[in-house]
């Protein structure tokens, strides 16, 4: 009996096809290289923010943020343009950033922090909205590039160099941008540590109205405590002064959630007028929705204190490597030839907030 096809046409056997294992290999080598890109340039920068640190310790009216930066930016002279370098400054100065602004949440207890800042609201909101009008004003004024300017406002109205960090994604502001400003906000929060003590004496501040004046007017966590302790020290006050300060500044810090919310939506409804597409995700970044989770994680789920140092430690200095990637990245020379209207800017932004600060405390 014949097995033949009865067609007459052979069978010929199904084909395989099988991948060549040096091109899996290939494949993985090139994942491997591809997540081992950032590497180099996220150590320059960890070995950067962990100098800044240590310098911010020992001095801290320049603090590890402004440090980073200027040793950053030292270096960008020697350095610049080193492609292997480059993913990794990238990675840190976007990525790192943002997970830093996350991660700033878990310490924002939202229904402590407002519990005990009742009293300071009506100064507290005077500040912003006096260093957020001043910012929009001098704008217009001096005619300066709307990021730069928002970044000022916002990095003197809200809590510093955190706030400029957690817009500057927001509103797409380049790195020179963000050096600047932050440069700026530091430089009058230096100046404050020195003044803020002498206006309180010359009015006859209690420790409660000095501890709001500080918290609601100096912009920086750092120069916040220290001017406050500085306070408590020649009142021999042990902390009192302090405990009030660090609480109003806290509450400031509350008002990145609505502004860099705010700025999302006009930032993305900007670009919709002019490519007619709305795009609701670009709108609501997912990292400024993180921190909002990790403020609400820290209010309403108990999280052991030594967990919330951590993890707010952790934060300040992604903070700081973040900065330090901005210095690599930012070119010195054009920085100080482009400083004179931001430091105008930043004058009269912290002008009126002192102004209205001061006024909120007679009513």
Excluded: H
């Excluded at 099988?18 to 290999?25: E, V």
């Excluded at 990637?325 to 930043?346: D, E, Q, R, Y």
């Amino acid at each position: 009996m014949s097995l033949s096809n009865p067609k007459g046409k052979s069978e010929s056997a199904p084909v395989i096809l099988r991948k060549d294992p040096a091109l899996d290999a290939g494949d993985a080598d090139a994942g491997s290289q591809k997540l081992l890109r950032p590497v180099p340039g996220a150590i320059l920068s960890a070995g950067i923010a962990g100098l800044a640190w240590a310098i911010g310790g020992v001095i801290p009216v320049l603090g590890a943020p402004l440090s980073a930066i200027l040793i950053g930016m030292a270096l960008s002279l020697v350095i610049a343009d080193k492609p292997i370098l480059k993913p990794g400054i990238d990675f840190t100065s976007k990525k790192l950033l943002q997970t830093a602004i996350v991660l700033l949440g878990f310490g924002l207890n939202l229904a402590l922090i407002l519990e005990i800042g009742r009293e300071s609201l009506l100064a507290i909101v005077g500040a912003i909205t006096a260093g957020l009008l001043m910012a929009f004003l001098m704008q217009k004024a001096l005619k300066l590039p709307g990021r730069i300017s928002t970044l000022i406002g916002v990095g003197s109205a809200i809590c510093g160099g955190s706030a400029i960090a957690a817009t500057a994604p927001v509103i797409s502001a380049d790195d020179d941008e963000v050096a600047s400003a932050i440069s700026i906000v530091v430089f009058f929060n230096v100046i404050a540590l020195f003044i803020f003590p002498i206006i309180g004496q010359m009015l006859n501040m209690t420790a409660d109205q000095f501890g709001i004046f500080a918290g609601a007017a100096i912009n920086d966590t750092s120069s916040v405590t220290a001017a406050a302790a500085i306070w408590d020290n020649a009142n021999q006050l042990v902390t009192t002064t302090l405990e009030t300060a660090v609480t109003v500044k806290l509450i400031r810090t509350l008002a990145i959630i609505p502004i860099t919310l705010s700025l999302a939506y006009y930032t993305a409804k900007t670009n919709a007028n002019t490519s007619n597409k709305f795009n609701a995700k670009k709108a609501f970044p997912q990292f400024i929705l993180w921190f909002i989770v990790a403020s609400l994680v820290a209010t309403f789920i108990p999280v052991p204190p030594a967990i919330t140092n951590m993890l707010r430690i952790a934060s300040r200095f992604l903070i700081v490597m973040a900065m330090a990637a901005i210095g690599l990245k930012t070119n010195p020379v054009k920085l100080v030839k482009n400083s004179a209207k931001p430091l105008a800017m930043g004058l009269t932004c912290s002008l009126a907030i002192i102004a209205i600060t001061l006024a909120m405390l007679t009513i």
